[in-house]
């Protein structure tokens, strides 16, 4: 059965800091990792989508890695503002019935002290 | 740019209610998939469909019901709303073009069953 697990549940950083947050998943059968951001009482709002054959996708400042093998991948967030309060969750998507299922972390719910 | 509307941001409804919850998506994707969002539980899969008239149970299916008479529609319906039903609720959309291809989310309905 496939888990994901983010590590830190929690993040408080001052502004400016550059932070990782991380993600791994116990099967590393999957297609590709997506990383999202919800802000309170929101939806899902995807920010990265990296498939299984790449190593990292970059959008901004943030940059995602992906390491199939070892089961593991980061959101690295550059130069980090109040606006990037939010949680962060990621979610592998693996073959399921008719076509596949996405499997997520609790998340890391991140406050960027200014 | 592409999107997936909840009809409602907020709902608050009676026990013993019945209650539908709307979701539209503009990207003529197949797949569209029903979760609830707890604290604690993460987002949990109620339904998904792969097809215009086809559904499949996820993980949490029981107390709810759902139907796709339209490619862009999908509807979530509680029969007879309970308070435990009481969460936010998040539709989506998949293209079943490849496996490669991400989940969109839309903004979410917060219902309350009083």
């Known amino acids: 059965k496939q888990e994901v697990t983010q590590i830190p549940a929690a993040l408080s950083v001052p502004e400016g800091e550059n932070l990782v947050l991380n993600c791994s998943f116990t099967?590393?059968?999957?297609?590709?990792l997506q990383w999202f951001r919800q802000d309170p009482g929101k939806g899902l709002t995807s920010l990265l989508l990296?498939?299984?054959?790449?190593r990292e996708q970059t959008s901004g400042r943030l940059n995602a890695s992906l390491d199939k093998s070892s089961g593991r991948s980061t959101l690295y967030i550059a130069a980090s503002q109040p606006g990037d309060s939010a949680t962060y969750l990621c979610a592998v998507f693996r073959a399921h019935n008719q076509g596949g299922k996405l499997i997520f972390g609790q998340g890391t719910e991140l406050s960027v002290k200014p | 740019d592409v999107k997936v509307t909840q009809s409602s941001r907020y709902l608050v409804k009676r026990t013993g209610e019945k209650v539908f919850l709307e979701c539209v998506q503009d990207?003529?994707?197949?797949?569209m998939f029903w979760y609830r969002q707890d604290p604690g539980l993460g987002l949990r899969l109620i339904y998904f469909s792969y097809d215009v008239k086809m559904k499949e149970k996820g993980d949490i299916p029981e107390g709810y019901s759902v139907s796709r008479e339209k490619k862009e529609r999908f509807s979530l319906i509680l029969e007879s709303a309970s308070t435990n039903q009481t969460s936010m609720y998040l539709c989506?959309?998949?293209?079943?073009?490849?496996?490669?291809?991400?989940?969109?989310f839309g903004s979410g309905t917060r219902l309350t069953v009083v």
């Open positions: 099967d590393s059968a999957i297609y590709n």
């Open positions: 990296i498939q299984s054959s790449q």
């Open positions: 989506a959309s998949r293209t079943n073009r490849g496996m490669n291809y991400g989940y969109t």
């Open positions: 990207m003529d994707h197949e797949n």
